[in-house]
């Protein structure tokens, strides 16, 4: 399967610990994302990388949530002290640097904080 | 006000109906707009990209973009139950980011 995985699919924590989450884009794709969706809801923008290189961060983006894609292929993305409020789908998108407007997402992970 | 509006639903419509699914968006500057299609449980999967005003057809869907009115549509013809999902439409904004509306939740009934 040469799309984005991501990886776990569901999570369940507890409230106040740390979850880390994997996706791993379309291999020719230097552009990656993260979005956060919650129900009835449309994905909305967390952050962006163009291949190693944070570029941007959404305000949703709080000092508990940490992104990364060390070698500018597969990205983490870290959740501290979970909260009941960041309970929620995290969806993985990639796009070829030249094609922002086209991009293929994963299956997303979904969290849930008890 | 947001920069896409859509109606979220649901909307249940016989099976051969064609349907329609439209988004309202706020500047005109905006130029290239998506459809996304979502199914319980699994990431958006991009369905049609038209760029600019006007009509674009694959198969059974057609993409339309009025920007006079700042109106983007999505019609089905011969629906089928295999239709039945979230439809999100988006936009590319002057950030080079895009920006979902809530998605409208279709049900085909058999």
């Known amino acids: 399967d040469t799309g984005v995985s991501q990886n776990p699919r569901h999570k369940i924590t507890k409230r106040g610990q740390n979850v880390t989450f994997r996706c791993d884009p379309i291999?020719?794709?230097?552009?990656l994302y993260w979005y956060r969706q919650t129900l009835g809801q449309g994905p909305e923008f967390l952050t962006y990388f163009q291949n190693e290189a944070q570029l941007e961060k959404s305000r949703l983006l709080s000092d508990r949530f940490s992104a990364e894609r060390p070698k500018g292929s597969f990205s983490t993305l870290e959740i501290q002290r979970t909260e009941q409020g960041d309970s929620a789908m995290y969806l993985c998108?990639?796009?070829?640097?030249?094609?922002?407007?086209?991009?293929?997402f994963g299956p997303g992970t979904r969290l849930t904080v008890l | 006000q947001k920069e896409v509006e859509q109606d979220p639903g649901p909307l249940s419509v016989p099976e051969g109906a064609i349907v329609s699914l439209n988004c309202t968006y706020s500047?005109?500057?905006?130029?290239?707009f998506m459809w996304y299609r979502q199914y319980s449980r699994k990431g958006p999967e991009l369905l049609m990209y038209t760029y600019s005003s006007g009509n674009k057809e694959d198969g059974r869907f057609t993409a339309q973009v009025d920007k006079s009115s700042k109106y983007i549509s999505l019609f089905i013809r011969d629906s089928q139950p295999s239709d039945s999902a979230t439809y999100l439409c988006a936009i590319l904004n002057r950030d080079d980011k895009i920006i979902f509306g809530k998605g409208t939740r279709l049900h085909i009934l058999p």
């Open positions: 500047n005109s500057a905006f130029q290239y």
């Open positions: 998108a990639s796009s070829p640097s030249s094609r922002t407007d086209t991009q293929y």
């Open positions: 291999s020719e794709h230097n552009r």
